[in-house]
């Protein structure tokens, strides 16, 4: 079975500070991705990353950013946290297009309250 | 217009009958259909995948594609109150090359009643 896992399930932090969620899948995934969720917004792609090193920005990247120094592991940034990125943040990856059909397989997610 | 679209609901169904879900999507070189389940406060959960026209079976699953048409659907049959959760429509379209980028609709809701 694919395993994604995120750091944490709740986080709280305060206004300004920088935040890092960690997201780590063991299918030796080329694609991973983070979005967030928020009611009535439905799923929101904030970046992705196709190979190590490699990142493109999804549909809202302001605010963020991301590492992929391996593989397996793909990091959320927020660099000043503000309280409109109050979200539940979710972390998916899948395997190369090419390869297979591109099924996403999703972490547990991170509920990040910012106050 | 919206890349990928679902009705948002409450789709409201008996138990044992039988749920209609429906998706609908613009891009007519997509290439890969997808529905997921999201219980309230968790993570989507993959539940099928279809990649050619007709239909396509898992247990109490059908997931239904129409490409000419460009609407994808999912039947759930005999409903049980388990089931009561949203359904997030996905779709790859054909330009996405191997980058794996899926486009999500907003999700139905479905209640199964007692």
């Known amino acids: 079975d694919v395993k994604v896992t995120q750091s944490s399930r709740y986080l709280v932090k305060r206004t300004g500070e920088k935040v890092f969620l960690e997201c780590v899948q063991d299918m030796d995934h080329e694609n991973m991705f983070w979005y967030r969720q928020d009611p009535g917004l439905g799923l929101r792609l904030i970046y992705f990353?196709?190979?190590?090193?490699?990142?493109e920005k999804g549909d809202i990247p302001e605010g963020y950013s991301v590492s992929r120094e391996k593989k397996e592991r793909f990091s959320l940034i927020l660099e000043s946290a503000s309280t409109n990125q109050t979200s539940m943040y979710l972390c998916?990856?899948?395997?190369?297009?090419?390869?297979?059909?591109?099924?996403?397989?999703f972490g547990p997610g991170t509920r990040l309250t910012v106050l | 217009q919206k890349e990928v679209e679902q009705n948002s609901g409450p789709l409201s169904v008996p138990e044992g009958a039988i749920a209609s879900l429906n998706c609908t999507y613009s891009d007519r070189v997509s290439q890969s259909f997808f529905w997921y389940r999201q219980y309230s406060g968790k993570s989507p959960e993959l539940i099928m995948s279809?990649?050619?026209?007709g239909d396509k079976e898992d247990g109490r699953f059908t997931a239904q594609l129409n490409k000419a048409s460009q609407y994808v659907s999912l039947l759930i049959r005999d409903s049980q109150p388990s089931d009561s959760a949203t359904y997030l429509c996905a779709v790859r379209g054909g330009f996405s090359s191997n980058t794996g980028k899926l486009i999500f609709g907003q999700g139905t809701t479905l209640q199964v009643k007692p």
């Open positions: 279809i990649y050619s026209n």
């Open positions: 998916a990856s899948s395997p190369p297009g090419l390869a297979g059909y591109n099924e996403q397989f």
């Open positions: 990353s196709y190979d190590v090193k490699m990142k």
